[in-house]
């Protein structure tokens, strides 16, 4: 499986997909770190997938998406954006409201 089936796989087989530096548990940047940090306290359930770990992966979905940085947030498949995107839609309200039309469970849409 090439790099880019294995993204459009993690992509389209999961709900909610972050692309980061470092685990979930674990950020390695501080930008992955603002990312989770939102995801956890909205509590939607994702899967962190660690560019760190292989460069292949890395360089892999920057052309995917065709965004030069890292994290990227992905829902039900559609590029949501990196962290400044994400924060700002976050505090806007509108990240929540995406979760909800797209039907992820959050803590915004309990």
Same mark, same amino acid.
């Given at each position: 499986m090439g790099i880019n089936q294995f993204i459009d796989n993690?992509? +389209?087989?999961?709900?909610?997909?972050? #692309?980061? +530096?470092?685990? !979930?548990? #674990? !950020?390695?940047?501080? #930008?992955?770190?603002?990312?989770?940090?939102?995801?956890?306290?909205?509590?939607?359930a994702y899967k962190g997938l660690n560019v760190l770990e292989s460069p292949e992966l890395r360089d892999g979905i920057k052309q995917y998406s065709n965004w030069p940085t890292i994290p990227q947030l992905y829902v039900k498949g559609e590029f949501i954006g990196g962290c400044d995107i994400v924060r700002g839609m976050f505090q806007a309200g509108e990240l929540q409201s995406t979760l909800k039309e797209k039907g992820i469970a959050s803590r915004a849409n309990a």
């Open positions: 993690e992509v +389209k087989s999961n709900d909610v997909v972050l #692309f980061m +530096k470092g685990t !979930p548990q #674990f !950020p390695q940047c501080g #930008f992955s770190g603002q990312v989770v940090q939102i995801l956890d306290h909205l509590g939607v």
